[in-house]
């Protein structure tokens, strides 16, 4: 199993800023992926973090709206940009140990956009 | 594309019920199927996996069958208690990428 801490928790942003998510994980992985929940909707895959390359975007997601970063096999970060409240959403990090298997998940990051 | 769909959206059950929640996907060619609960603003709770090669898996009062051919699952739930009230999810899993339903929200009333 692999435990996933997401930090922060919740906040509160001021259109046209941007938030830094931050997602650590207790063990090497090598595939991180970050996901987007609209209220009242599913998961929607935003982008899978590799490390050592450029993050690969889902359609309809870009990099300079959505840039990431994966510096190492444990860490990643997301980067909402100009903020606006559409962007108002739980956020949230995922790994799987290898493919084909159980994916576990970060406690979601809850972002308000005013 | 795959597309992932759960019945029903909503569900209120008395305590000490058991009940049935479905999933169905359109593709077949799936690695595995993962059901998941979600608490209101929460992240995700992995409860039970399903290998495409499995039919069933249990946890407890958890039961999740798959049948992979007809494309559909289902997560039993027995003896209902108020503390299973949440929003269960379905995800399909193939190779690294999960599809995932739009969730079943369940309350059960003490």
């Known amino acids: 199993s692999a435990v996933i801490s997401q930090k922060p928790s919740r906040d509160i942003c001021q259109r046209g800023t941007s938030l830094t998510i931050q997602c650590q994980v207790d063990s090497q992985v090598t595939m991180m992926f970050w996901y987007r929940q609209q209220p009242g909707q599913s998961l929607t895959l935003i982008a899978t973090a590799n490390q050592g390359s450029e993050a690969t975007y889902e359609s309809g997601f870009v990099i300079d709206k959505f840039p990431i970063s994966r510096p190492n096999l444990t860490f990643s970060t997301l980067t909402v940009s100009n903020m606006s409240p559409e962007d108002s959403s739980i956020y949230l990090c995922?790994?799987?140990?290898?493919?084909?298997?159980?994916?576990?998940f970060g406690q979601g990051t809850r972002l308000t956009v005013v | 594309k795959q597309e992932v769909t759960q019945i029903p959206a909503a569900l209120s059950v008395p305590e000490g019920e058991n009940l049935v929640l479905n999933c169905s996907f359109t593709?077949?060619?799936?690695?595995?199927l993962q059901w998941f609960r979600q608490d209101p603003g929460k992240g995700l709770t992995s409860l039970l996996l399903i290998q495409s090669s499995q039919r069933e898996q249990t946890s407890g009062r958890l039961n999740a069958s798959l049948d992979k051919s007809s494309g559909r699952s289902t997560l039993y739930i027995a003896a209902s208690q108020p503390g299973d009230s949440a929003t269960y999810l379905c995800a399909v899993g193939r190779g690294w990428q999960f599809y995932f339903g739009t969730g079943t929200s369940l309350t059960v009333i003490p």
């Open positions: 995922s790994v799987s140990v290898e493919g084909g298997t159980e994916a576990f």
């Open positions: 593709d077949s060619a799936i690695y595995n």
